[in-house]
Nanobody, 129 residues
Framework: HVQLVESGGGSVLVGGSLRLSCVSS?????????MGWFLQAPGKEREAVAV???????GYADSVKGRFTISKDGAKKTIYLQMTSLKPEDTAVYYC???????????????????????WGQGTQVTVS
């Protein structure tokens, strides 16, 4: 049973930085699966932020390119989302997710579809003001 647990959220001023972490209860997920970060603002649908796959290929939403960086540490069974130059519109609950595939489907931006991810964390709140 795969469990994903996010941490690192909080309140930060505009222009500030935060680093989110997601720990998996199953180590093999990080070495071989597509994993991503999503956000959900109040009253809005969940949307993709960034992904990293088993080959360390990455993808980013246009809104965060150049500001956010996704990475992973297989030894610690953890993926990270380093967020810099934060804006008020980044305020949301951030979720970690894992897909049952080795590679993320980057074609046609399919990596951004929530339906391909089988496992989700409980979310961590990020507030930028």
């Amino acid at each position: 049973h795969v469990q994903l647990v996010e941490s690192g959220g909080g309140s930060v001023l505009v222009g500030g930085s935060l680093r989110l972490s997601c720990v998996s209860s199953v180590g093999y997920v990080f070495s071989s699966h597509c994993m991503g970060w999503f956000l959900q603002a109040p009253g809005k649908e969940r949307e993709a932020v960034a992904v990293i796959d088993g080959e360390d290929s990455t993808g980013y939403a246009d809104s965060v390119k150049g500001r956010f960086t996704i990475s992973k540490d297989g030894a610690k069974k953890t993926i990270y989302l380093q967020m810099t130059s934060l804006k008020p519109e980044d305020t949301a609950v951030y979720y970690c997710a894992a897909a049952p595939t080795h590679r993320c489907p980057f074609y046609d931006n399919n990596w951004s579809k929530t339906s391909i991810y089988n496992w989700w964390g409980q979310g961590t709140q990020v507030t930028v003001s």
